[in-house]
Nanobody
Framework: QVQLVESGGGLVQAGGSLRLSCAASGRAFSTYTMGWFRQAPGKEREFVGVFSWNGGIMYADSVKGRFTISRDNAKSTVSLQMNSLKPEDTAVYYC????????????????????WGQGTQVTVYL
């Protein structure tokens, strides 16, 4: 079992930055692939980025070059640095975890993740 708690959301002006963090409890964090997703009002949950258990990283095209995922296995945390924020980035952001076993584990589908945090709101205004 893994419990995930996000933090760091808030209100920011367009062009600004926010850093989200996700703290995991439970054992063997390093064996989990960690993903970030977001869901805007009236829209489906969408993939933002993933940091796999074996070091792979992938981003959605919409955030590539602006967002950066990092993880600290010693602290059991994964972070999402968001720069050059746009109003369309407004959403509830979720971190998610899946036990990583596959050599290629860069999963974009939310259905592939077993554990989810409660979400943190990010609002970007003009």
């Amino acid at each position: 079992q893994v419990q995930l708690v996000e933090s760091g959301g808030g209100l920011v002006q367009a062009g600004g930055s926010l850093r989200l963090s996700c703290a995991a409890s439970g054992r063997a964090f390093s064996t989990y692939t960690m993903g970030w997703f977001r869901q805007a009002p009236g829209k489906e949950r969408e993939f933002v980025g993933v940091f796999s258990w074996n070091g792979g990283i992938m981003y959605a095209d919409s955030v590539k070059g602006r967002f950066t995922i990092s993880r600290d296995n010693a602290k059991s945390t994964v972070s999402l640095q968001m720069n050059s924020l746009k109003p369309e980035d407004t959403a509830v952001y979720y971190c998610a975890a899946r036990y990583g076993a596959a050599r290629y584990d860069l999963r974009r589908d939310s259905a592939d993740y077993e554990y989810w945090g409660q979400g943190t709101q990010v609002t970007v205004y003009l």
